[in-house]
C-alpha cells in the first residue's frame, strides 16, 4: 500500500507541476497579447500627438499672427492631410451610433507657392473648415446629431491657388418610421416608396431601403475614435458583373424597358439581395488598412429613343466611403 501511495503522490506531484508550467506558459503568453494590444494603442497615440502638435501650431499662430513660423512652408498634401485629420481628431466621432448619414460641402480656396503653402494660410484654411463644419451642423435640424467624418480633398489647383472641397459626414438618429427593417416591398427608385398599395414611404425607394440594410451591418469602433485618409470609390453597375444572380446580371440593379414605363416592384427578397451585394462590392473595393464608413446608393435613369420606341436604362449606383479610424483619449468637441 504504502509503494501504491508513494506512486500515486508522485503522479499527483508530476501533475500540478505540469500545470503549473502550463499556466505560466499562458500567462505568458497573455502577457505577449497584451504588449501587442498595446503597442497599436501607443502608434494611436503616436499619431494623435502628431496631429495636436499640428493643432497647437495653428492656434499660436492665430493667437501671435507676426510669428515667423506663420512663414513656414508645407507641401499641399500634407496640409490637406493635416486638416482633415485634425478636424476628425477634435469634432468627429466615428464610434457614434447613427440611423442616417446627412452630407453637406463647401470649398476652400486657398493660395499655393510651386505646391506649398504657408502656415498662415493653413491656419485660415482649418478655420474655414471649423466655420463650414459649424454651419453643415446647425442646418441640421435632428435632435441627436454628430460630426462622424470630415472629407477634404484637392478639389483642383494651378500656380498660384487651390481649391479644397470639404465634405462632412453627421450621424443623425431620427427614425421616422417608415421603412425601417425589410418587410415590405418598394419601388426601385424615383422615391415612389412603397409598392404595396398603401401609399406610404413617398420620399423614398429601394435604394434607400438597400443602403439603410448595409450600412446597419458595418462595425463600429467602441470608445472615442476618428478617421484619417478618408477615400470613396464610385462603383456602377456595370462595374460588378453577377454570375448567380437570380434577379439580374449585376451585383446592383438595372432594368432596362421599352415602349411602356413599368417601375420595377422589388419585393423583401430581392432587396435582402441587394444589400448583401452591396456589402460584397464594399469589401471588393475596400482599400488596406481601411474601414468602410458609409454606403451610398442612388437610382438614376437615362432616357433614350429606341426607334419607334421610348426606352429607359434605370439602375442603382453606388459610392462607398473608408476611412482609418483610430483611437483617442479625447472626446469630440461641440461645434
Not at 279 to 285: A, E, W
Not at 311 to 324: N, V
Request: contains cysteine.
Amino acid at each position: 500500500m504504502k509503494r501504491i501511495s508513494i506512486f500515486i503522490l508522485f503522479a499527483i506531484i508530476t501533475m500540478i507541476a505540469s500545470v503549473v508550467v502550463i499556466s505560466c506558459q499562458k500567462d505568458h503568453a497573455t502577457t505577449d497579447n497584451n504588449v501587442e494590444q498595446n503597442r497599436q494603442t501607443f502608434k494611436d497615440l503616436q499619431l494623435e500627438k502628431r496631429i495636436l502638435a499640428f493643432r497647437d501650431q495653428i492656434d499660436l499662430i492665430r493667437d501671435n499672427p507676426n510669428l515667423k513660423s506663420g512663414n513656414e512652408p508645407m507641401s499641399l498634401d500634407s496640409a490637406v492631410w493635416y486638416i482633415e485629420a485634425a478636424s476628425n481628431l477634435t469634432y468627429g466621432d466615428a464610434a457614434f451610433e447613427r440611423e442616417e448619414l446627412v452630407f453637406d460641402s463647401s470649398f476652400i480656396e486657398v493660395p499655393v507657392t510651386g505646391g506649398e503653402i504657408l502656415m498662415a494660410d493653413i491656419q485660415m484654411a482649418y478655420d474655414q473648415v471649423v466655420d463650414s463644419l459649424s454651419a453643415h451642423n446647425t442646418a441640421i435640424s435632428a435632435s441627436q446629431k454628430q460630426l462622424i467624418v470630415a472629407d477634404i480633398a484637392l478639389k483642383e489647383t494651378d500656380e498660384d491657388h487651390a481649391v479644397l472641397a470639404l465634405t462632412s459626414g453627421f450621424g443623425i438618429i431620427e427614425t421616422d418610421g417608415v421603412g425601417l427593417g425589410n418587410t415590405y416591398p418598394w419601388y426601385w427608385g424615383w422615391e415612389l416608396g412603397r409598392c404595396d398599395g398603401s401609399g406610404l414611404g413617398v420620399g423614398k425607394d429601394a435604394a434607400d431601403i438597400i443602403a439603410q440594410l448595409a450600412n446597419a451591418n458595418i462595425s463600429l469602433p467602441g470608445g472615442s475614435a476618428y478617421y484619417t485618409d478618408v477615400s470613396f470609390e464610385w462603383v456602377n453597375y456595370w462595374d460588378v458583373p453577377a454570375e448567380n444572380n437570380p434577379y439580374g446580371d449585376y451585383l446592383l440593379f438595372h432594368d432596362f424597358q421599352q415602349w411602356t414605363l413599368n417601375h420595377k416592384c422589388m419585393s423583401p427578397e430581392e432587396i435582402a439581395y441587394y444589400a448583401n451585394a452591396l456589402q460584397t462590392i464594399g469589401n471588393m473595393y475596400q482599400p488596406i488598412n481601411k474601414d468602410i464608413i458609409w454606403y451610398f446608393l442612388w437610382d438614376d435613369t437615362a432616357y433614350g429613343l429606341c426607334e419607334p420606341y421610348d426606352c429607359w436604362d434605370m439602375a442603382h449606383f453606388a459610392k462607398i466611403k473608408y476611412g482609418i479610424w483610430h483611437t483617442s483619449n479625447n472626446p469630440p468637441a461641440d461645434l
